[in-house]
Every structure is written in C-alpha cells, then in structure tokens.
T-cell receptor, first 111, second 115 residues
Framework: RKEVEQDPGPFNVPEGATVAFNCTYS??????FFWYRQDCRKEPKLLMS???SGNEDGRFTAQLNRASQYISLLIRDSKLSDSATYLC????????????FGTGTRLLVSP | GAGVSQSPSNKVTEKGKDVELRCDPI?????LYWYRQSLGQGLEFLIY????????KSGLPSDRFSAERTGGSVSTLTIQRTQQEDSAVYLC?????????????FGPGTRLTVT
C-alpha cells in the first residue's frame, strides 16, 4: 500500500463549481500535511499547509482528520486557472523534513 | 529573488552512459533535496543535504546514483551506467533550514530520457 493515496481523477468540472479532493495516508507518524499544486510540465508549488483545526485560504479550504488519517481540499467557485494536478503531501520527521508525495489528483475546469 | 535553478532542462542519453545533473539552490538555503518523478508516479525522495553534515542517501535507488554538494551550495546528481528505467524528471528543492516549518522550493527539473 502506498504511504499517500489519492484518486488520480481527472475531475472535470465547469467554472464556478465546487470540487473536493481526498487523500489518505498510512503512516501515523506523519506530522505535517500540505497540498501542492503542479501545472503540466512544471515544478510543484506549495498551495497550502493543512492544520488540525482546518484552514481556509480564499476559495480553498483544507481539512485534516488524524483519527481517520484523511486530508481533504475543497475548492469553491472553480476558475479555469485552477486546472492543475493537486498533490497531497505528508511530512514524516526522520531526522529531516522528508516529504512523501501522493501521485496527485488532476483537475480540469472547463468554461 | 532568484529561485532554484537546474541544468540541463532536458537530457537525452544512451543506455550505459553517465549523466550529471546540476542544481543551484536559493542563495542562503542550507537544506537541499533531490527527488525524481516518473510518469504516473509521485515524487520520490532521493537524497538530502543539510549544511556540512553527511547527506541522507536513504532514497537513492542503487549504487549507480550519487550526489555531492560543494561548498554548501551547488549540488550535482550523477547517474552512472544509465538504464531506461532511470528516465524521469529529476527535481531539486531547497529550504532555508531543515525543520518542519520551512517550505521546500522546487526547481523546474531536468527531464532525463535514456534511449
């Protein structure tokens, strides 16, 4: 079983839609959680960290459920520019900041 | 300011040849990481450098892979006797420090194709 699992998608949604992605992680020692965004043939970039209490950044809301080892990302009012692959990332302290990446969920927002 | 840079951006090589991939981290960043991303796979950690400490090589897939970091700045990832399964995008990242709260900034990657 992969340490971080995501539905690969693609999720096809119209502009203005609300879409949610889920991610599960297997290692209970995971300490920090992130969503990264990766555009086609580009490097990953940090979208937002995920806090235990849940956090929001504009149209983006991230939730963490440690008991179920589950992370979610909600995007409201989707824009064409949100089309990308969203990577779920967990950080397991092993003497350094080791990031473990999911394979990503692809989102396609259409006009 | 300048981000992480990598060179070359693309490299095509014949099976069995050696290749060197270069990473210039953000100035002042003490931590440097190498990852690779194969088609349809998540990013896979390869090696980590922190300052002048011995690197963590736990992610290197075989002894054909090695990396060094000179003067605590530029890093070179070397793959000897390349195989077709080495074809991937090799990404370098750096962070100000190695702690959990320090964001890793990624370079644009080197796309390696082994024919």
């Amino acid at each position: 079983r992969k340490e971080v699992e995501q539905d690969p998608g693609p999720f096809n949604v119209p502009e203005g839609a609300t879409v949610a992605f889920n991610c599960t992680y297997s290692n209970s020692a995971s300490q920090s959680f992130f969503w990264y965004r990766q555009d086609c043939r580009k490097e990953p970039k940090l979208l937002m960290s995920v806090y235990s209490s849940g956090n929001e950044d504009g149209r983006f809301t991230a939730q963490l459920n440690r008991a179920s080892q589950y992370i979610s990302l909600l995007i409201r009012d989707s824009k064409l520019s949100d089309s990308a692959t969203y990577l779920c990332v967990v950080n397991r302290r092993t003497g350094f900041q080791k990031l473990v990446f999911g394979t990503g969920t692809r989102l396609l927002v259409s006009p | 300011g300048a981000g992480v840079s990598q060179s070359p951006s693309n490299k095509v090589t014949e099976k069995g040849k050696d290749v060197e991939l270069r990473c210039d981290p953000i100035s002042g960043h003490t931590a440097l990481y190498w990852y690779r991303q194969s088609l349809g796979q998540g990013l896979e950690f390869l090696i980590y450098f922190q300052g002048n400490s011995a690197p963590d090589k736990s992610g290197l897939p075989s002894d054909r892979f090695s990396a060094e970091r000179t003067g605590g700045s530029v890093s070179t990832l070397t793959i000897q006797r390349t195989q077709q399964e080495d074809s991937a995008v090799y990404l370098c990242a750096s962070s100000e420090r190695a702690g959990l709260s320090y964001e890793q900034y990624f370079g644009p990657g080197t796309r390696l194709t082994v024919t």
